[in-house]
């Protein structure tokens, strides 16, 4: 590919990146300035209704009340997530593209790793542990939109706690694993794309281990967009992050 046409692709990928954070914001500003239900007197009778009433009603009943609140809802919670994911993913890439200088294209072939193994272990650690605020944002948003909840639950509190300890707790164990084990002698910085084609049992079985793990981190963010949105980043930067540790520990082989 010629200098022109790696700027021209790479620039024209950027303006397609802010153009879609743009267009996330303007949904986010349209959500914010609309109600959840065009009635929100009536939405907040009859969910109230639902709530109190739950238990006496019989299967056609609920579904009937069901319908009739959902007729009162608005675009304002679907305008919000499609806002939110835009934002996300948009802004993630245009980070990506000026961290690696993807505004020529020609640059993405030689994309490094983190400098030294505490960077790398550094941003995994900021990825990983933003998912505590991170889930804590995800129940709050699906408990302002669920109009159909019953009573609170008040074990919500108690299950961010749990996750939480799991997150700091998974943390510790893989900071320490990998700065004194696994990523003991991994040479950085080295090329993303690097390969060692020896045919070796450990060579093989880097790529195999790290190739799934990408690949799961892959599905881990496709997951995100529709289910945890505010865990897209992450999941992009655990692609990353487990892509440049194959690079470092091959470059170590090689």
């Known amino acids: 590919m010629s200098p022109h046409w790696g700027r021209a692709v790479g620039i024209s990928l950027l303006f397609l ?3 879609s954070f743009g267009v996330g914001v303007v949904r986010l500003n349209a959500a914010h300035r609309m ?3 065009v009635d929100e007197p009536r939405a907040l009778e009859l969910t109230l209704r639902y709530q109190f009433e739950y238990s006496r009603l019989s299967p056609q009943e609920r579904e009937r009340r069901v319908s009739e609140i959902a007729g009162l809802r608005t675009a304002k919670w679907p305008l919000y997530n499609s806002g939110v994911r835009i934002c996300l993913i948009a802004g993630t890439l245009v980070i990506a593209i000026l961290c690696f200088r993807l505004w020529d294209i020609r640059n993405f072939r030689f994309i490094t790793t983190p400098r ?5 272990i550094r ?5 990983w542990l933003a ?5 804590g944002l995800d129940i709050s948003d699906g408990a302002a939109q669920d109009d159909l909840r019953l009573l609170e639950d ?3 509190g108690e299950g961010l706690s749990m996750i939480s300890l799991a997150i700091v707790v998974t943390w510790v164990i893989s900071v320490v694993i990998c700065r004194f084990a696994v990523l003991r002698r991994a040479r950085f910085p080295a090329m993303l794309w690097s390969a060692d084609c020896r045919w070796t049992n450990r060579n093989v079985g880097l790529t195999v281990f790290y190739g799934l793990a990408a690949v799961a981190s892959a599905a881990f963010t496709t997951l995100a967009i529709v ?3 505010w865990g897209i980043p992450s999941g992009l930067v655990g692609i990353y992050v487990l892509l440049s540790s194959r690079a470092g520990l091959l470059d170590r082989a090689a």
């Open 17 to 19: 990146c802010l153009l």
């Open 35 to 37: 109600l959840p239900h």
């Open 154 to 156: 008040a074990g919500l």
């Open 116 to 120: 030294t193994r505490w960077r790398l």
């Open 227 to 229: 289910a945890f949105k």
């Open 131 to 135: 998912l505590i605020p991170l889930v």
């Open 123 to 127: 941003l995994t650690s900021v990825a």
